[in-house]
């Protein structure tokens, strides 16, 4: 048997074997949308794949991955050529027909490990519903969110989240192939326009598209990425990850 549960990798009678130790599944989910000019549209899935695997390993045998969800709730990144967007109710759907069939096996307790801030309401709305529709826990998690205090300390860019110093640097120690480290740039942020006022923090909150806070796509300074800053906040997320579900389990 192997020394991590992942379904993909898996044969019907490997599962029905680790079903007797499992107690929850992973499902990792991320976005098809625009990463700047140096980071390939796949990038959010990748990340979630790569985070779930070693999440499930550090879990064994108690958790099961399951195939990753390759897009999301990419609306604002729209006008960017390759960027594909699912509606909230089609993420919704999807999930529940995951985790109705997961239970059919026995697994009642779920982990989304998602990789897009874009997901992160549609996944309180799930967490609402499909809790109380399926009788099951839903619990959802942003991937290296938990490792913040490692953010503020390690990235100097004060605008930062997407394709950024943050996200290469996590993409140089887990993916690498997702950066054109030919390519690498600041973003070209808008410093006038409605953005700013809808961010969090401020009165109002509302729908921006990425175009008009940033003409190139990405925040921050990818020019100031180190696979070594992404190692420690990725190891520092997946250590406190595995604590949380650990106590939930």
């Known amino acids: 048997m192997p020394a991590s549960y992942i379904l993909t990798e898996m044969t019907w009678l490997e599962i029905k074997e680790a079903l007797k130790t499992v107690k929850i599944a992973i499902i990792p989910l991320g976005a098809h949308e625009q990463h700047g000019p140096h980071m390939v549209e796949s990038c959010d899935a990748v990340l979630a794949e790569e985070m779930g695997k070693r999440l499930t390993e550090k879990l064994y045998p108690e958790a099961v991955m399951t195939p990753t969800i390759n897009m999301g709730i990419s609306s604002h990144h729209i006008h960017f050529p390759g960027t594909i967007s699912l509606e909230p109710s089609t993420l919704i759907a999807i999930l529940r027909d995951m985790i109705k069939s997961l239970k059919q096996h026995g697994i009642e307790k779920f982990l989304v490990l998602n990789s897009h801030g874009g997901n992160q309401s549609t996944l309180g709305v799930a967490a609402d519903v ?90 921050g300074d990818a020019t100031k990425a180190s696979r070594e800053i992404g190692e420690e906040i990725v190891e520092t997320a997946l250590e406190r990850l595995t604590r949380a579900v650990k106590d939930v389990l």
Request: aromatic share 12%.
């Open 130 to 219: 499909l809790t109380r529709e399926l009788n099951i826990e839903f619990y959802y998690a942003k991937t290296t969110a938990s490792a913040k205090d490692v953010m503020d300390r390690r990235i100097e860019s004060k605008l930062y989240g997407h394709s950024c110093d943050r996200e290469v640097s996590e993409a140089l120690y887990l993916a690498p192939h997702l950066v054109r480290t030919d390519k690498l740039a600041k973003g070209d942020i808008q410093e006038t326009g409605r953005w700013k006022k809808l961010r969090p923090g401020n009165p109002l909150q509302g729908f921006y598209f990425y175009e008009e806070m940033t003409l190139n796509g990405n925040l």
